[in-house]
């Protein structure tokens, strides 16, 4: 592009919700600055965007607009990664400038304000290279070769100086922490000639102050063995290879990744490692960062805009090896992958449910093709149609059929609650938390709700608290004596009667975490009780200190969403119970039995990590749902043949494609006849094609309202990716909806609520 022949056009696409691409002219001045890859400031009608530019185009007839600035002195993506952008926008049907804008990080995308061009491209720029944020830099010190007859300083100097000797180089952030205020100390260093000073950028890394020993590959048992050395061969052939590492948890799954990335670095690749965003522990980044000493870099929701940019920058500049993050770590722009790790691939984490609806666990597969990399998918848990790929031969199944250290699979107990309605506790559970306490031994307590109750309802005249912004009752908060809305931000003050017919007579129903912990404490007096879900792990730290507590010690009985289900390794934990099993099983979902199953296998293997055997009582009001008793008999294979079995019968994945359409308005009348009209279109353009696609609704969603808008429904299936996608592709471009309502695709949906 750096061709002088005037004039140079480029293809440009802007970060609006535009299908089509467009061709700029760039003036001489600003060719030498243009590559693929850079933003530019463009004319679009009255206003000046930022758009991205794809590469450059042949000569056009056409009158072209000329572009006004380049926004960054160097590309922010490359050519191989604007492949898989463009992959991505056809796949979900988005706009390619969108999934690019949703590729970079938050903070580097400059809006188009009403100021002149000149100050708003300077703006830019300086947004570019700083991020859009302060760029952080740091005081370092290094010891310097003794001038001749300088005397050797003493004291506090001294061992600055020692420490400046034997690490080579130190922060002042480093010293301070060492020796406290050392300013005079560290000038006077400077002054004799004995040290020098060097300011200059430190990245934000939140494990900076964390020093790492290094640990040695565990000596590998068999299962691990076998399934290192697949995944080596299949490094060596150079090709796409992926791989579905099945194994419970504890069984060593991460020591096979570790040493499958060791031999992936030894060979000059990269690795990029996917985990949900709740499993991405301190823990799991220190067992990285204490194998690997090459450059990690850390991607989770709980960095601000800075310390992400910062990690972003040093991948795109090619300063790490590693990079590990949740979902969108998909899009790290780490260059050389040899290896691409999906760990607990069943996680509906993954998927993206707003904005760009993409699965990141999909997109590894796809990015892994395009790089020819290994693809490791590993779980206790598979999905359903991931199990059916690799029994079809499209993915090599790689087991691990034991816990490491041997310990038996606990005991499992299902507790059918059916004629005990209203009691949160079975006896057999009451009975099993007082002797585990008296055992010693601390115990887990499962429940997917938070909050105190589900729901006010009137005895008098059957009136039921709701919200008004959204088709679901309100959850009582009791601590903090409101009720709120899970889905908006709505919240009443707990009414003393019916606010429907002024009755005294009101009655709380159903339970949640906080009932639930209320009702130990009532049981267990002596008991030292913590609960753990979203209300009392809000903030930073609020998560880690609770999990601190079950691992020292210090707490008997923790109670909690699933945010206890996940991830972690608590040795003394010999009970796990179970509350409410069930609770996922009726929602309208075709992955509801897979959900509850996971969830089940989740909690249970909670017990019994460390010397004592595990005990599990599980209650359920439908204890002879196969995905109840499977899981509790652990048999993961016989599971998948009956809900294969089961979506076979009813046409869902793996044997069928599916693609969701939500359209949502504040007003219900204009969204329910925009959803008919959708309807009226799809069923034309498949008529006209004849696309052999199922076209099921519009029905009001499962959740018919949110956030005040009303949300209608269409399911599309088809046996044949090709269809559905060519029928959607039609859809998209002709489909025109009100201003006033909003239509979404969701590709491969992972939930229909
Ligand atoms: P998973 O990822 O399947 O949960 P991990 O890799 O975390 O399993 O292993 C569980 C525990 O066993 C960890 O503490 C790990 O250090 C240890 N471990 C893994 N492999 C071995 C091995 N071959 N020998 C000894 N300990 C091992
Ligand atoms: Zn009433
Ligand atoms: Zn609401």
New binding site residues.
């Given amino acids: 592009m750096t061709e002088p022949t005037p004039p140079i056009i480029i293809e440009v696409a802007v970060a609006l919700p535009l299908d089509a691409t467009f061709h700029y002219a760039v003036p001489p001045d600003l060719a030498p600055r243009v590559a693929t890859g850079v933003r530019v400031l463009v004319p679009f009608g009255r206003r000046k965007v930022t758009g991205y530019v794809l590469g450059p185009v042949a000569a056009s007839s056409e009158e072209l607009k000329e572009i006004v600035d380049v926004l960054d002195p160097e590309p922010l993506f490359t050519a191989a990664e604007l492949e898989f952008f463009r992959w991505v926008a056809c796949y979900y049907l988005h706009p390619l400038g969108e999934v690019i804008k949703t590729a970079l990080p938050a903070g580097i995308n400059v809006a188009s304000r009403k100021r002149d061009a000149g100050t708003q491209a300077d703006a830019a720029k300086d947004e570019v290279l700083t991020g859009g944020r302060k760029v952080k830099t740091g005081r370092f010190y290094r010891p310097l070769a003794p001038p001749a007859g300088t005397q050797p300083p003493r004291g506090k100097g001294k061992e600055i100086l020692d420490l400046l000797r034997d690490a080579g180089e130190a922060s002042a952030e480093l010293i301070r922490s060492r020796f406290g205020g050392s300013a005079p100390q560290l000038t006077r260093l400077v002054e004799l000639g004995l040290a020098e000073m060097e300011e200059r950028e430190v990245y934000r890394d939140p494990f900076r102050e964390e020093v790492f020993e290094h640990d040695a590959p ?4 068999h299962a ?1 063995a076998v399934a290192l050395a697949s995944l080596t061969e299949a490094m060596t052939g150079g090709k796409f290879a992926p791989f579905l590492l099945h ?12 040493q499958a990335i060791a031999y992936a670095v030894a060979r000059g690749r990269t690795a990029l490692v996917l985990v949900p965003e709740i499993a991405l522990t301190p823990q799991l980044v220190r ?1 990285f960062k204490r194998r690997f000493s090459c450059g990690i870099a850390v991607l989770h929701s709980g960095l601000s805009d800075g310390e992400r940019f910062d990690e972003w920058r040093r991948i795109r500049r090619g300063e790490v090896t590693i990079a590990i993050g949740a979902r969108s770590a998909i899009f790290a722009p780490i260059e050389g992958l040899g290896m691409i790790v999906v ?1 607990e691939e069943h996680e509906g984490s993954y998927k993206q449910s707003e904005g760009l609806r993409y699965n990141a666990r999909d997109l590894a597969l796809v990015r892994g093709k395009m790089e020819k990399a290994v693809v490791v998918l ?1 779980s ?1 848990t598979p999905l359903v149609t991931t199990w059916h790929a690799a029994q079809a031969g499209k993915l090599t199944l790689l087991t ?1 059929p034991e ?3 041997e310990l038996p699979m606990p005991r499992t107990e299902l507790i059918d609650m059916r004629h005990r309605k209203g009691d949160t506790f079975a006896p057999e559970l009451a009975a099993a938390l007082a002797e585990n306490l008296a055992a010693g031994g601390q115990t887990l307590l499962f429940l997917n709700r938070r909050g105190y109750a589900t729901y006010l309802i009137c005895q008098e005249c059957g009136f039921v608290l709701r919200c008004p912004n959204c088709a679901v009752t309100l959850t009582f908060h009791r601590n903090r004596q409101r009720h709120f809305c899970h889905y908006c931000d709505y919240a009443i003050p707990a009414p003393s009667v019916c606010p429907g017919c002024t009755s005294p007579d009101i009655g709380l129903l159903g339970r949640g975490t906080e009932r639930v912990e209320e009702e130990v404490r009532a049981l267990l007096p002596d008991a030292r009780v913590a609960r753990m879900d979203r209300d009392t792990t809000r903030g930073r730290g609020g998560h880690a200190r609770l999990l601190k507590g079950v691992e020292e010690g210090s707490l008997d009985i923790l109670i909690g969403t699933q945010m206890i289900a996940k ?1 972690h ?1 608590f040795p003394g934990v010999t009970l796990v119970g179970v509350v409410s099993a069930d609770a996922a099983l009726n929602l309208p979902d075709f992955r509801a039995a897979e959900r509850t199953f996971q969830l089940i296998a989740q909690v249970m293997g909670r017990a019994g990590r460390g010397d004592q055997p595990g005990r599990v009582l599980i209650q359920t009001l439908a204890p002879d749902h196969y995905a109840v008793s499977r899981a509790a008999a652990h048999e993961f294979e016989a599971f998948c043949r009956e809900e294969l079995a089961c979506r076979e019968e009813l046409g869902y994945p793996p044997f069928a494609h599916l693609a969701g359409i939500t359209l949502s308005g504040t007003a219900a009348a204009a969204t329910e006849s925009a959803a008919d009209a959708a309807a009226i279109l799809l069923q034309r353009l498949k008529r006209e094609h004849r696309h052999r696609v199922e076209i099921l609704g519009p029905a009001p969603a499962p959740l018919a309202k949110v956030r005040g808008r009303h949300r209608w429904q269409l399911l599309l299936k088809a046996a044949n990716r090709a269809d559905l996608h060519r029928l959607l592709a039609r859809f998209r471009a002709e489909v025109r909806p009100p201003a006033t309502v909003r239509l979404a695709i969701d590709v491969d949906p992972v939930d229909m609520l």
């Fill in positions: 565990l000596p590998l048992n691990q194994g419970v948890t504890g069984s060593g799954k991460t020591e096979v990744y570790l067992r760990d590993g206790a691990l816990r490491v250290r991830g390794d």
